[in-house]
T-cell receptor, first 112, second 115 residues
C-alpha cells in the first residue's frame, strides 16, 4: 500500500513539449505539496495545497500549473518544457501544516 | 524568512563510532523541526521531529536529535553508526505562523560510514 504515489517515475521529453505528473495519497491528508530537487540535491518547495486550495506558490514560472481535483490528488502540468526543468519532482502530503510530510518516490524529468 | 543551514556537505565516520549531522535554523517564532533521510534514487523518509516538550527526540533507526533553542540548532545524532546509515540527510523547518504550510529544507549532508 503506497502512501504517496507518483506517475510516471521517469519522464524523458523534448524541449517545448507539455507534460503532466500525477500524484495521489491514500493517507487522508489535507495538505499536499510539490517539491523540485535539482542536480545538486537542493529541495525547493514549489506549491502547497490545503483542502484543494492553493496556499503557497513559490514564484514558480507560469508554465507550471498544479491542479487538485480532490484532497487526495495533486497533479502538476508543465507547459513548454525547457532544459532547466530537468530535475526530480517530489510530491508529498501531510495531515496538518505542522506535522511531518510523507514523500512519493519522485519523478525524474529529463528534457532533451 | 525561514531558513535552514547544514554546514557540512559530507560527514565521514567509521562504523561503530558516534555520528553527528549539524543543523541550524532561522524562523520568526518557535519552529517545528524535522530530519529526513534520502537513499539513492528514493524519496525522502521521515526520521524524527521536534514539536514541543523534551529537547531530545528519538526517531527511527536509532537516530535522535537535540533541540537547542539558544543556539537555534537541531543536530542529528546516533551513538553507533552503521554502514547502512550512509545516505543523504536533510534537516527541515516549519514556522508556526502563517508560513506553516511551507516546509523548508537545508542543503543536505551526505553521511558516509566506512566499514
Amino acid at each position: 500500500d503506497t502512501a504517496v504515489s507518483q506517475t510516471p517515475k521517469y519522464l524523458v521529453t523534448q524541449m517545448g513539449n507539455d507534460k503532466s505528473i500525477k500524484c495521489e495519497q491514500n493517507l487522508g491528508h489535507d495538505t499536499m505539496y510539490w517539491y523540485k530537487q535539482d542536480s545538486k540535491k537542493f529541495l525547493k518547495i514549489m506549491f502547497s495545497y490545503n483542502n484543494k486550495e492553493l496556499i503557497i506558490n513559490e514564484t514558480v514560472p507560469n508554465r507550471f500549473s498544479p491542479k487538485s481535483p480532490d484532497k487526495a490528488h495533486l497533479n502538476l502540468h508543465i507547459n513548454s518544457l525547457e532544459l532547466g526543468d530537468s530535475a526530480v519532482y517530489f510530491c508529498a502530503s501531510s495531515q496538518a501544516a505542522y506535522t511531518e510530510a510523507f514523500f512519493g518516490q519522485g519523478t525524474r524529468l529529463t528534457v532533451v | 524568512a525561514q531558513s535552514v543551514a547544514q554546514p557540512e556537505d559530507q560527514v565521514n565516520v567509521a562504523e561503530g563510532n558516534p555520528l553527528t549531522v549539524k543543523c541550524t535554523y532561522s524562523v520568526s517564532g518557535n519552529p517545528y523541526l524535522f530530519w529526513y533521510v534520502q537513499y539513492p534514487n528514493r524519496g525522502l523518509q521521515f526520521l524524527l521531529k521536534y514539536i514541543t516538550g523534551d529537547n531530545l527526540v528519538k526517531g527511527s533507526y536509532g537516530f535522535e536529535a537535540e533541540f537547542n533553542k539558544s543556539q537555534t540548532s537541531f543536530h542529528l545524532k546516533k551513538p553507533s553508526a552503521l554502514v547502512s546509515d550512509s545516505a543523504l540527510y536533510f534537516c527541515a523547518v516549519r514556522d508556526r505562523g502563517n508560513s506553516s504550510y511551507k516546509l523548508i529544507f537545508g542543503s543536505g549532508t551526505r553521511l558516509l560510514v566506512r566499514p
